[in-house]
């Protein structure tokens, strides 16, 4: 089987499996998912369900099947591109996921750029001066700020510019002000609250990359071709952006498009902490209400994001390097 073939048949089987998870791994939750639309017990006035009751609404949302009559009208629906109803927003799962992940896509694809070319930028330039004051310098930096969770790092970062110092919002994507006007002030209020977030995102994603980039900038420099450059007398300049950067960003290709993918996943922690009405929110929100439905939905958009960046990050990898290329061809 060619190269291509192989990849495509990896594929579906990872598509198979990961779908397959993501209908069994919300039902192994413990709680009731009907146990939102009750109420909480311990109020004055819970919401009491007969039997009656209690069997319409799991024959509703398709709850009263077997697990294996569950899985196909799941899987038939996905077909069909219905993802299904949320239990507790009492709207489509397809509509719920739009609303909520342009704004995880606003944070989360912004602070993806600037972690990565920052990475980049930042790697090559301490790995042209290993072992210098600058190189020890960034490494101690970057992996002080790095090594905090994300969590807790946000929340720093609300105590000071938020608390105590009053320069940014404390939560949610813009204000109710800004939002009825629109225009600059509403692109100015979304700025400001997304501020905080991406720099989480940012400070706690960038080590990897910087290190990444300097490990493989350090394998080239030792390579014939910088070498011949260098001892031509070409500028260093040129040496760096034309012979060593574009040969050590193959292997840092490979690793972005996990990155990112998997950092949907990342972002859930941070705006859960900055209360930003994202991706990350409604996976909790869907996991503290047991609605299985936006869960699969929730989790199916993340596996789509994952794969398709690492296919992205493949196709591009095969572009760069001619090697892989012409053995592409060759298949």
């Given amino acids: 089987m060619s190269h291509s073939g192989t990849k495509v048949v990896q594929y579906m089987i990872t598509v198979v499996v990961l779908l397959t998870l993501n209908f069994f791994l919300p039902r192994m939750m413990p709680g009731d998912p009907l146990a939102y639309l009750m109420g909480d017990p311990g109020a004055d006035s819970p919401m009491l369900l007969t039997e009656e009751m209690r069997a319409n609404l799991l024959e509703y949302y398709g709850l009263d099947k ?21 239990i507790y927003f009492n709207a489509p799962v397809g509509s719920v996921i739009l609303g909520r992940l342009k704004w995880t896509l606003v944070v989360g694809g912004t ?12 790697g090559a330039f301490s790995a042209w001066h290993r072992g ?53 002030v509403q692109v100015r209020s979304i700025l400001r609250h997304g501020f905080l977030p991406v720099l989480t995102l940012v400070l706690t994603h960038l080590p990897g990359m910087y290190l990444i980039t300097r490990n493989a900038m350090l394998s080239v420099l030792g390579e014939d071709y910088v070498r011949t450059a260098r001892a031509k007398g070409v500028l260093e300049s040129i040496v760096l952006l034309r012979h060593a ?19 949907l996943m990342g972002t859930m ?7 930003y009405p994202g991706m990350g929110t409604l996976i ?40 892989v290329r012409r053995l592409r061809a060759g298949d």
């Fill in 269 to 275: 922690f941070v705006e859960v902490v900055f209360a």
């Fill in 66 to 86: 077997p697990l294996v009559g569950q899985y196909w009208d799941y899987v038939s629906g996905l077909a069909r591109g219905d993802l299904g109803w949320s």
């Fill in 111 to 122: 602070a993806a750029v600037v972690y990565i070319a920052l990475g980049i930028v930042l």
């Fill in 284 to 323: 909790y929100e869907a996991g503290t209400a047991r609605d299985y439905p936006l869960l699969q939905g929730a989790f199916l958009v993340t596996m789509v994001f994952v794969l398709v960046l690492n296919l992205a990050a493949d196709v591009v990898y095969g572009w760069l390097d001619p090697r």
């Fill in 245 to 263: 950067l574009p040969n050590a960003i193959l292997p840092v290709v490979t690793t972005v498009g996990m990155r990112v993918g998997f950092m």
């Fill in 132 to 184: 210098g004051s600058a190189d020890v310098g960034l490494m101690i930096g970057i992996f002080s700020l790095g090594s905090w969770p994300p969590f807790f790092l946000g929340m720093v970062l609300i105590v000071f510019f938020s608390g105590r110092w009053g320069l940014l919002p404390i939560g949610g994507a813009q204000s109710a002000e800004a939002a009825r006007l629109g225009g600059i």
